[in-house]
């Protein structure tokens, strides 16, 4: 078997059930076990402890392969003479955690995040954070060794850790909103809540109903690994479409959604007005900046001119454009705090963010909380969300294009193509971004599209995206349009069909 497919940047991922593709199941019993036998290894080294010293936590989303993978996991890391806490049902970043409140030397998540329902994961943690890419290769190659450590009898046992990671987002808003009422600061709010039926579901009847909001309207809050409504992914537009017309259904004041494991969240205002990509960033770079004045912001290469504006103009903090992958964000955030700059939020377009706040875990039901309680401080002085991100800039329209790279060796070729188009660029005198960690950025005046391009390269795949705005409408066709030359006669790159 060729292990090294299974990796997925940071994670585990691969087929679990029989899916609509036919895809061959790859994520068996048999390599699940294999896979946490290989951790067991991998976690004694790393810790230098004995495996009984050792305590790890597991949990898992809802998908439907869930429980079966859970019982593989458990059963690997007992059988290794690991101390193991079932904590069931759990969002991701409540797994990070464990490590913090139950003192875990280390975390599993079973997931796959919003992937279709017949695919499935894994997500490994230390008390310092998520594992890299390298250290699941690590982990991937013990695994193929069929390494185990001396079969042991470990300790099991069960843990509902999701009632306190609940119970400290409630102490987070009675604490910061501390209301004349100080039990219930969300009286008289009215809040719904999409999970999509994924885990988020407790975040209305654990976290907002007993704090006093009203959680009617709210919908998909049972787990149901086939995700029978839609993709639970607050980037798919039809998801957001279900929560924009909940939240108006509702007359509600907020609409939040969440991805499968909780991970990430988007939100939407009491007129069904979408809170995500940009318009996120915006609302989180506000909080961030708030107790952070004149701070760095770390997103990732493909945010609008505006938002920078934003960022920089209105709130007065500073915007560090990095690489795509959430990873990547949230490594440049904690690598320019250790260079003494200030950097309070790492946050990719996609709704991962990461405060420094919270040990830098992307974590979606830790922003909407500061997102409500923002909410609650805003409605004392007559105000709502959208007020403080009024003056973002907005893009007429958008445009993604992603060009397949069909040379064998497609880093390579890609690097060249980046390479060639900034010459090209600055032959013709275009303005080629000075900040951009990723890629190619060129901005065009008012007669030339009046927006921008970003061409990179996909970190994993022989894809090329080319993103593109415009402050007018056609703007994105006529940049596009720059670009006919220097495509001509570039033979590796083709727009599929």
């Known amino acids: 078997m060729d292990w090294k497919h299974l990796k997925s940047g940071t994670d585990i991922r691969g087929v679990a059930l029989d899916g609509p593709n036919g895809e061959q199941v790859d994520l068996t019993d048999e390599v699940v076990e294999q896979i946490g036998a290989a951790f067991a290894v991998w976690l004694c080294e790393k810790t230098e402890k004995q495996p009984d010293e050792l305590t790890v936590s597991v949990g898992r989303d809802s998908r439907l392969s869930g429980p079966r993978m859970r019982d593989a996991i458990v059963n690997a890391l007992c059988d290794a003479g690991i101390k193991v806490i079932d904590c069931g049902l759990a969002s991701t970043p409540a797994m990070f955690m464990t490590t913090v409140d139950l003192d875990c030397d280390g975390a599993v998540q079973i997931t796959a995040s919003h992937h ?19 250290q699941i290769t690590e982990i991937l190659a013990i695994a193929a060794e069929g ?11 069960t843990e509902k850790y ?23 600061p969300l009286a008289g709010t009215h809040i719904v809540v999409d999970a999509g039926n994924g885990v988020g579901g407790f975040y209305a009847t654990k976290v907002l109903e007993p704090l006093g909001a009203d959680v009617t309207g709210s919908q998909f809050l049972d787990p149901d690994g086939s995700f029978p409504n839609h993709i639970p992914n607050p980037e798919d537009k039809d998801a957001m479409a279900s929560v924009s017309a909940a939240t108006l259904r509702a007359a509600a004041d907020l609409g939040v959604i969440f991805d499968t494991d909780v991970d ?23 909080i961030a900046l708030e107790k952070y004045p004149g701070g760095t912001v770390v997103t990732d290469s493909v945010t609008s001119d505006g938002l920078k504006t934003f960022i920089e103009t209105t709130l007065g903090g500073r915007h560090c454009r990095f690489k795509r992958g959430y990873k990547n964000v949230i490594g440049e955030a904690v690598r320019l705090n250790n260079a003494g700059i200030v950097s309070p939020l790492a946050i990719e377009t996609s ?6 706040d919270n040990y830098f875990l992307d974590d979606g039901a830790y922003l909407i909380t500061k997102i409500i309680i923002l909410m609650a401080k805003l409605r004392e ?3 709502n969300l959208t007020d403080v991100i009024a003056s973002l ?13 069909t040379r064998e060796d497609f880093a390579a070729y890609g690097n060249d193509i ?57 703007g994105c066709d006529e940049i596009f349009a720059h670009l006919s030359g220097f495509l001509a006669d570039k033979t590796g790159l083709r727009l599929p069909q």
Not at 147 to 157: D, E
Not at 172 to 183: R, S
Request: overall charge neutral; glycine content about 10%.
């Open 381 to 383: 002085r007559g105000r």
């Open 393 to 405: 800039p907005e893009p007429a329209e958008t445009k993604e294009l992603r060009f397949d790279i």
């Open 147 to 157: 390494k185990r450590l001396p079969r042991q009898n470990g300790k099991l046992k």
């Open 264 to 286: 990430r969240a988007g939100c939407v205002d009491n007129h069904g007005l979408e809170i995500n990509r940009n318009r996120l960033i915006a609302l989180a770079a506000y």
């Open 162 to 184: 999701m009632n306190t990671y609940a119970a400290r987002l409630r102490k987070m808003i009675c604490e910061e909103v501390n209301a004349a009422d100080y039990e219930y």
């Open 351 to 356: 709704g991962h963010a990461a405060l420094m």
């Open 116 to 134: 279709p329902y017949y695919r499935n994961g894994l997500k490994f943690f230390l008390p310092s954070g998520g594992l890299e890419g390298a």
């Open 418 to 474: 980046l390479t060639d188009l900034e010459k090209y660029a600055n032959a013709r005198g275009w303005a080629v971004a000075d900040d951009s960690r990723e890629g190619v950025r060129i901005s065009f005046g008012e007669d030339e599209g009046d927006g921008w391009l970003l061409l990179r390269l996909s970190v994993h795949d022989p894809v090329m995206p080319l993103n593109i705005e415009s402050n007018r409408v056609g």
